[in-house]
């Protein structure tokens, strides 16, 4: 190819874009950088939302909380996620992703920040609430940003990095925690300050990463979105994709909840709700929150309950491996599957342990870190794949808020219940009701859930979405 060989792009906007030499390939320096930055949203997701369970037991002696109080203070956090999910697509769509990640990452310092110097229980809760918005913005963006920059043979993997940012950060905060505990009386207030360092290099790096070329194409700013996918695509590949592109967007209606609902969008969107709902009602999130509680009923002092609780972040960043190693091959549907069947085994392991107070050798321990280990290689990394990819273009950033905000609702009521489940029910039985979930999840995902692996976003479109 020579130095300045031009290509001229069928569709009809006639975008001209100048070739360099060595672009026939993905460049992959830039998609692993682009696709890295973004998934730091994922990093202050989990930082954001973990960093409560090692300050648990002494924002409940500063506040005085009973369980409901603990609940909701606790769970505060994910009605703002709600309310991020909920706003995030329609603005995403409007100002862009990036630019959404950038609000994302201020919310994050601000809330750090803010819980970090609370004094009263509702100003705290404000903070966090206010968090919660960066995070649930984050969850939608993030992996729609990856999902749209990615080639098709690379997507799998590369949304998992999101999912292996969010266990990464969640390991980050529970190593603040144990290192912030023995620092006085305030070691809680530190424990959320310190989250405006990462939030910070967040914003920072954001600014060197570029637009999705769909999201620039859906805004008629077709030369930018070539010379984008020539990077991602390679050249060859280029004028194919960027007609598919194109003709997903050539009969755009105007997009709303309607448009959503109606017979042609329905179905996928219910199969996205689902799957997003099941991530959370097997009862992960009350796992990582509550773990250090949990461990202290086996008799361990809160410095022993923190180191495990570093072990089940460190299973939860290394089980990702796997999923960003095998999603691609294996494929989506299989790791659901298999994630449903081991969770709801170790589950109910975990409740008879506890329902006969059998705590030796590390039982409970080897328990929780399979079924976090099976929670992060499966439905903790591949949900997030799977819910980026199966939206058509044109409803993809409403479609996401939709099933992210239904995400973020379950994800408040299994964390708000759970101590007060544990407190009425006990935890034997609160577990046992997680198991039970894992095997609803197992048998609608067996009917209902579709394979997508290796499949570009436009091919998944046609297997989702038949027109009337």
């Known amino acids: 190819m020579s130095d300045a060989t031009t290509y001229t792009k069928p569709a009809p906007t006639g975008a001209i874009v100048a070739i360099q030499p060595g672009l026939n390939k993905p460049n992959k320096s830039f998609i692993i950088l682009v696709s890295g930055v973004a998934a730091l949203g994922g990093l202050l997701f ?119 940012a969010i266990v990464a950060g969640i390991l980050l905060a529970y190593f603040s925690n144990f290192l912030f505990d023995g620092t006085g009386v305030n070691n809680w207030r530190w424990m959320f300050a310190s989250q405006a360092a990462p939030s910070l290099l967040f914003l920072g790096l954001l600014l060197a990463v570029p637009e999705t070329p769909r999201w620039l194409m859906k805004k008629g700013r077709s030369e930018a979105a070539t010379a984008i996918v020539i990077k991602t695509s390679g050249f060859s590949a280029t004028a194919k994709e960027i007609t598919a592109i194109e003709n997903s967007f050539r009969t755009e209606e105007r997009v709303s909840l309607k448009t959503l609902f109606n017979k042609t969008y329905r179905p996928v969107l219910f199969i996205g709700i689902l799957v997003a709902v099941f991530q959370q009602v097997t009862g992960i999130n ?63 392991a975990v409740a008879l342990c506890f329902r006969y107070s059998y705590f030796d050798n590390y039982i409970v321990l080897i328990f929780m870190l399979l079924y976090v280990g099976a929670f992060g290689c499966t439905l903790g990394a591949v949900t997030w794949v799977y819910l980026s990819e199966i939206f058509p273009n044109r409803v993809r950033g409403l479609a996401l808020s939709v099933a992210t905000l239904a995400l973020w609702l379950a994800d408040f009521i299994v964390t708000y219940t759970f101590p007060v489940m544990t407190k009425h029910l006990g935890t034997s039985v609160t577990l046992l009701s997680y198991a039970t979930l894992c095997a609803i999840a197992f048998g609608y995902m067996l009917y209902k859930v579709k394979e997508t692996k290796g499949r570009s976003l436009e091919d998944i479109e046609q297997l989702f979405i038949h027109k009337q």
């Open 46 to 164: 989990g930082f954001d939302t973990a960093i409560i369970s090692g300050a648990i037991p002494y924002i409940t002696t500063y506040f005085s909380l009973n369980e409901y109080m603990l609940g909701w203070t606790v769970s505060s956090i994910l009605i703002g996620c709600a309310g991020g999910a909920m706003v995030s697509g329609k603005l995403a769509d409007r100002y862009g992703r990036k630019f959404m990640l950038i609000i994302c990452a201020i919310l994050f310092a601000v809330s750090g920040i803010g819980a970090g110097m609370a004094n009263q229980l509702w100003v705290f809760i404000l903070f966090r609430l206010i968090g919660g918005l960066g995070v649930g913005a984050a969850a939608m963006v993030s992996p729609m940003y990856i999902a749209e920059m990615a080639p098709a043979a690379w997507r799998g993997r590369l949304v998992a990095f999101y999912q292996l």
């Open 286 to 348: 009350s796992i990582l929150y509550y773990a250090p509680v949990i461990f202290k009923e086996t008799g361990l002092n809160t410095a022993s309950s923190l180191l495990q609780t570093i072990g089940i972040g460190v299973v939860n960043v290394v089980s990702t491996f796997i999923a960003i190693g095998l999603v691609d091959k294996v494929g989506r549907k299989k790791f659901l599957l298999a994630g449903c069947v081991v969770m709801g085994i170790s589950l109910v």
